[in-house]
């Protein structure tokens, strides 16, 4: 079966998208100082006090979007699984972001920080929506 034109759209979109959230993983855990220059020193004690088990969703999060995207480029059905578990780790991030943390990410970053984190959740369930319907239609294997 051939592959449709926006099935490389949407692998690449997606995993252009999803390599910015791994870039600010990494840059964070390796705790690179050019990067982290951007960063108030209230935000660096927030992020670097993440507790491991919210670490640990957060990696899940954006190693899973970022997996799920290279598994729409070669057509795999494991595209939308991929997804699926990201957004778990997304929610779970987002419970201690916003709800269990001594600072909520309001706090620190404003209403900015719950509109791009809704952004984020909008567009890993468009990725995932998008690879059920490829998955459905034949076009993942």
Partial sequence: MR???????????SLLWNA????????????VQA????????QLAY???????AV????????????????????SRFASTAFLISLVGLVATSVYSFG?????MIDLAGPT?????????VMIVVFWAYARAMTRRGYLR
């Fill in 113 to 121: 920080a719950a509109i791009f984190s809704a952004a984020i959740f």
């Fill in 35 to 42: 990067y982290l220059d951007a960063f108030t020193p209230e």
């Fill in 100 to 104: 269990l943390s001594e600072v909520s």
């Fill in 3 to 13: 592959r449709p034109w926006h099935l490389w759209a949407v692998g690449i979109l």
């Fill in 56 to 75: 640990a969703t957060w990696a899940t999060g954006v190693w899973f979007s970022v997996l799920g995207s290279l598994f729409l480029l070669v057509r």
């Fill in 20 to 31: 910015m959230g791994a870039f600010d993983y990494l840059m964070l855990q390796a705790r």
């Fill in 47 to 53: 992020f670097t006090s993440y507790p491991t088990w």
